[in-house]
């Protein structure tokens, strides 16, 4: 019961992104064929929000429900971002769907979508077993 939260929090993301159609497999297409400025835009307005989130959080040190500091590590670099960010890209592309709305796309009644959270977690499990071989 401590956590119904969560799924009122993933419930009002998975409506947000079904009203705004960033779940629509048409609209994952138009951007990746550079047809639309929709999911620029969704994408871009995500990053703006989140840059301005991160300066307002270092600039009044926020902390967080518990009490904690807000620490947010730098990143650094390396070649397996490039490799992981392709393979994360083209099976977007193939998929029609990002993790973010697979669980949306499941809730509103989309079968074929099972396929794709398969292989979401299929592909978490590989890399977890094989990520002392990859480069970091």
């Not at 994360?88 to 074929?112: D, I």
């Amino acid at each position: 019961m401590k956590n119904i939260k969560f799924l009122l929090i993933g419930s009002l993301f998975g409506l947000i992104l079904t009203k705004t159609e960033a779940v629509s497999w048409y609209r994952i297409q138009e951007m990746f064929h550079f047809q639309s400025f929709h999911m620029y835009g969704i994408i871009g307005s995500a990053v703006v929000v989140g840059l301005i989130s991160v300066l307002l959080i270092r600039f009044f040190k926020v902390k967080s429900l518990g009490g904690e500091d807000i620490v947010i590590p730098d990143k650094t670099f390396n070649k397996g971002s490039i490799i992981g960010g392709t393979i994360f890209g083209m099976g977007w592309a193939l998929s029609g769907a990002c993790p973010g709305p697979l669980y949306a796309l499941a809730g509103a009644g989309y079968p074929a979508i099972w396929v794709a959270i398969a292989s979401a977690l299929f592909g978490t499990w590989l890399y977890s077993y094989l990520r002392p071989k990859l480069p970091h």
